[in-house]
């Protein structure tokens, strides 16, 4: 059986999560139960886990060669995910960093230093003509309009959008997408119904709960249960 390829167009954060049960008040002091650091963002995230489940992986991202993003780079490296920086190597660009808190009940706070990625420049996107056999490219919102430049590359390949919170380019690149997983926004819920008519599949996730999806076929929401 042929190993499934996937390319991840998006973002690359060094995230510091903390996992605690206390809650988070101003000027208040929490207490850690553990602390994990590395390489995080949507597409990253996306990028390793496919790779951990038996795929093939491929990211394109900003990532740069500061401390930081050689540290993203190793992790990748050592994961066996392999990865286009778009970062000019001379850059200064710096990584965003997230700081996250996770309770036993697996919700989260997140606080991000996220800079404007809409700068990157893709007039040399045709460096990525090398990229053969995708079976299917995933992205987010962060490398803003200009990505689109790379998913006409990929036309015929199924193309999955994680738009994160909504915002007005979070909401417009869904346009891009066969399928979009979006976060558990009321916006979205009354974006679904619009794009069932498009062809296309809208699911709204909601972290360990259910998985809510606007099908093409039958136009209601259907519950999903997570394994």
């Known amino acids: 059986m042929k190993t499934p390829i996937g390319l991840f167009i998006g973002l690359s954060t060094y995230d510091i999560v903390v ?22 963002g949507p597409a990253t995230n996306a990028a390793i886990a496919f790779k951990q489940l038996g795929g093939e992986s491929h990211l394109i991202s900003r990532i740069g060669n500061s401390t930081l993003g050689i540290q993203i780079k190793n992790e990748l490296n050592k994961l066996g995910v392999t990865f286009t920086d778009i970062e000019d190597e001379k850059s200064s660009y710096e990584p965003p960093l997230s700081f996250i808190t996770v309770n036993s009940s697996g919700e989260k706070t997140i606080i991000s230093s996220i800079s404007n990625q809409n700068k990157t420049d893709f007039q040399t996107a045709n460096r990525f003509k090398g990229l053969k056999n995708i079976d299917i490219v995933c992205f987010d919102k962060h490398l803003g309009f200009k990505q689109i430049e790379l998913l006409d590359y990929f036309d015929i390949t199924p193309k999955v959008y994680d738009p994160g919170r909504p915002s007005e380019t979070a909401i417009e690149l869904i346009n891009e997408a066969d399928y979009t997983i979006a976060p558990d926004y009321s916006e979205y819920f009354s974006l679904g119904a619009k794009y069932l008519d498009k062809n296309k599949m809208f699911a709204i996730s909601r972290g360990d709960n259910s998985i809510e999806i606007l099908g093409k076929e039958k136009k209601k929401l259907i519950f999903v249960k997570l394994m």
């Open 19 to 40: 996992s605690s049960d206390d809650t988070i008040k101003m000027g208040v002091k929490i207490d850690a139960i553990s602390l994990w650091k590395g390489a995080g």
